[in-house]
């Protein structure tokens, strides 16, 4: 039986910056042929193949779908479900520190906020989520020409802002920056290399 293999054992590693797709080798010992099933009982997987001589386990097909344990209630049942958090694959949930427009109030007029900068100003207190939405509030926005900076607003708190004379601008949430502003860099390297 050939244990490893002696065709490579003992060779030196290639230079890593030699290496290519062409001359990759399998490390010695670690391609198994696959296991020949049902060829006669000296060979210890003869017969029955490992599965057994009766019951469902042994039948050919699927026996049992995944998780089922026999009937009596499965783990995937016996958890508990916690109402707002998402489970399973390809559910996200986007958590957001919210900001009320009325802390927007404690700002000069005409200047550019940003979670930083209410941080700053004492309006907000420090957040564990590292992005923030705007939203409204039974107080009204008394500042005038501010440029919000946030990843989020909500419709009444867009028009607040821009009623009176200030500007939103949504934020990347994983950039962190301006949404429109990152493909800008790679949009002027194309022109210059076209130009």
């Excluded at 559910?91 to 906020?113: A, D, F, P, R």
Aim: hydrophobic content about 30%; some cysteine.
């Amino acid at each position: 039986m050939k244990v490893f293999d002696w065709k490579t054992r003992g060779l030196p590693a290639p230079e890593l910056e030699t290496l290519t797709l062409g001359n990759l080798k399998k490390a010695p010992g670690s391609a198994h042929r696959g296991k020949r099933k049902g060829r006669g009982i000296s060979a210890g997987q003869g017969k029955s193949c490992g599965f057994g001589d009766r019951g469902q386990k042994s039948r050919s097909g699927s026996p049992t779908r995944p998780g089922f344990e026999g009937g009596q209630i499965p783990l995937y049942r016996r958890l508990p479900k916690f109402v707002g958090r998402p489970t399973g694959p390809g559910h996200s949930k986007k958590l957001y520190e919210i900001v009320k427009i009325s802390s927007l109030n404690k700002m000069t007029e005409g200047s550019e906020v940003d979670y930083a900068a209410l941080l700053e100003a004492r309006a907000v207190s420090k957040s564990k989520y590292s992005i923030c939405k705007v939203v409204g509030g039974p107080e009204k926005l008394s500042v005038k020409g501010l440029t919000v900076k946030a990843h989020a607003f909500t419709a009444s708190a867009r028009d607040e802002i821009e009623q009176q004379g200030g500007n939103c601008v949504v934020l990347s949430r994983t950039t962190h920056k301006p949404l429109g502003v990152e493909e800008a860099p790679a949009e002027e390297a194309a022109s210059t290399e076209e130009s």
